[in-house]
DNA sequence: AGCTTTGTTCAAGATTTTTTGAACAAAGTA
DNA sequence: TACTTTGTTCAAAAAATCTTGAACAAAGCT
C-alpha cells in the first residue's frame, strides 16, 4: 500500500551541527523573550532553511511531537513571526520565517505587551476607588501620588513604542543615515 | 527588654484592599517581563508604602516565606530596582523602591537582556566555523546570508538601546519630587 | 461513500520554575 | 562567652508551564 515508506530519503535527516547551533541561538533567544523551547526551534529551524518547510518536515527534523508543532506555529503565526506559504499542486502547508525584524518585534509587541499596558489605565482607576476607604489620609495622598506615578510611567511607554518602531527601519525619515548598510542582508 | 514589642501596632496588619489591588498590578507586570510572582509582590508593597519597610514587614504583610523575600530582595538590589536605606539606630535592613522608570528599566535591561545579547556575536562566529562542514554549498551560501541577518538584528537592538533611554530619560518633570516625607515612625 | 492525508485539541505526563522552611552564618548585646 | 536578632542558602515540596500523543475534525482523492 505505501510504495515509500513514510517520508522520502533525506527529509529527515538529523539536523546538521550548524543547525543545531543556530537553532539553539532561538531557542535561547525565545527563552529570553518567556517563548517555550519548541517555539525557538521551529522558528529557528525555517530561519535555517532554505525552502518553506511542512508540518511533518519540522516534527520530524526537530524531533518533536505533533502538538508542539501545531501550537507552536500556531502561536508563530499569530505573532506573525511565521508566514504560510502555497505551493501549487501541494497539499500540505509550508511555511517561512518572517525576516524583518521591525516586523517581528511589532508582532511580538501587540501580542504579549500592548493589551497589558493598554488595560492598566482602568486597572489604575480600580486602585483610586478602592483608596477612597483608605482612613489614614496622609497614607491615602501618599498612595494617590504613587498613582499618577504609575499613569506617567504607562504613557510613557505608550510614547516609547512608536519611537522603537522608528528606530527599528521601517520608517525611513527618523533613520541613522550614517550606519545605513543594508548591502548585505 | 523590649520596650516596643516588634514593630509597632499596625504594620503586620492585612492588605488594604487598595494595597492588594496594586499589588496585583505589579505582580502582573512582573510576570510580563519573566520575573516571578513574589518579585512583584514585594515590589508592589514597597511601591505602596509611605515609609522604608524592613525584610520582616515583607514576610509578614505579603505572607511569604522568608527564602523568598530574601532572594526577591536580592534580585531586586540587582536590577537597582530596590534601594537599601539606612536608618539611624535600627539593625535591621529598611527597603525602598526605585521610583525613576529610567533606572528601572535601564537596570533591568543591563541585568537580564545584555548579557545574552553581547554573548550573540561569538555565537554567530561559532556558526560561521561549523558551517564549512557543509557540503551543500548553495546551502551553505544561504546559511551565511542569513547569519548576516542576524548580525544586522544584533547592531540594530544594541543601537536600539541608547535611542530607548534616551526617550525615556526626557521628561523629569513630572517625577515625583513631593516624595521627602519619608522620616517619621 | 470510504479511505487517506493533514492538522488541531486537550487531558495527562514530564519538565522547569518557584516557594518553602530548616540549618547555617554573621554580627550585635549582655 | 553565650544568647539574640537578622538575614542567607539550599534541598525538597509545590506550583506553573511545556510537551506528548491519542482522539477528533476537515478536506482531498478514488
Request: a neutral charge; hydrophobic letters at 40%.
Amino acid at each position: 500500500m505505501h510504495p515509500t515508506p513514510q517520508t522520502s530519503i533525506s527529509n529527515s535527516a538529523a539536523l546538521a551541527p550548524w543547525e543545531t547551533s543556530m537553532i539553539e541561538m532561538f531557542v535561547r533567544a525565545a527563552s529570553l523573550i518567556g517563548l517555550p523551547r519548541s517555539i525557538g526551534e521551529i522558528y529557528g529551524l525555517l530561519f535555517c532553511a532554505r525552502q518553506p518547510l511542512t508540518f511533518d518536515e519540522l516534527e520530524q527534523r526537530l524531533g518533536i511531537s505533533r502538538g508542539s508543532v501545531s501550537q507552536g506555529l500556531k502561536l508563530l503565526r499569530q505573532l506573525g513571526a511565521v508566514k504560510l506559504q502555497y505551493i501549487a499542486g501541494n497539499r500540505k502547508d509550508h511555511y517561512v520565517p518572517e525576516l524583518s525584524m521591525k516586523r517581528l518585534v511589532r508582532g511580538f509587541v501587540r501580542d504579549q505587551f500592548s493589551p497589558h499596558i493598554e488595560s492598566g489605565e482602568s486597572r489604575i482607576d480600580q486602585v483610586r476607588v478602592l483608596l477612597d476607604d483608605e482612613r489614614d489620609s496622609a497614607l491615602r495622598e501618599h498612595a494617590l501620588q504613587r498613582l499618577s506615578t504609575l499613569d506617567t510611567w504607562q504613557r510613557r511607554f505608550q510614547r516609547l513604542l512608536p519611537i522603537m518602531m522608528a528606530a527599528l527601519g521601517g520608517a525611513k525619515f527618523l533613520e541613522n543615515q550614517s550606519d545605513q548598510e543594508d548591502t548585505v542582508i
